[in-house]
């Protein structure tokens, strides 16, 4: 019998309301690969080349806080020209 990866969401930061529960919600493909959006705009994503890329905080007191629950170590995250590129070599290569 084959092993189906089912595509799957959830919410990652730990809300009490649901209300913003709703806009921290990651993504993961049949392949494993996982996307992490604060309200509709790509933060991170996970990848088997390069693991775990966050993007730094242009945004809200809001996204930072979605950002803390996906990557608290902000030396560890990236501008938006690396992760893109980051992206690209990930997602967008044939």
Not at 6 to 29: H, M, P, Q, T
Not at 83 to 89: G, N, P, S, T, W
Request: charged residues 25%; positive net charge; proline residues 1%.
């Amino acid at each position: 019998m084959n092993d189906i990866k089912i595509a799957s969401k959830r919410i990652y930061c730990d809300y009490s309301s649901g209300n913003y529960g709703v806009n921290a919600l990651s993504f993961k493909d049949g392949q494993g690969r996982e996307f992490f959006f604060s309200y509709d705009t790509l933060v991170a994503f996970r990848s088997k080349k390069n693991g775990l890329v966050c993007l730094k905080n242009y945004w809200s007191t809001t996204t930072g806080r979605h950002l803390n629950c996906i990557e608290p170590d902000h030396k560890k995250r990236v501008n938006q020209e690396n992760f893109d590129k980051l992206y690209q070599e990930n997602f967008n290569s044939n």
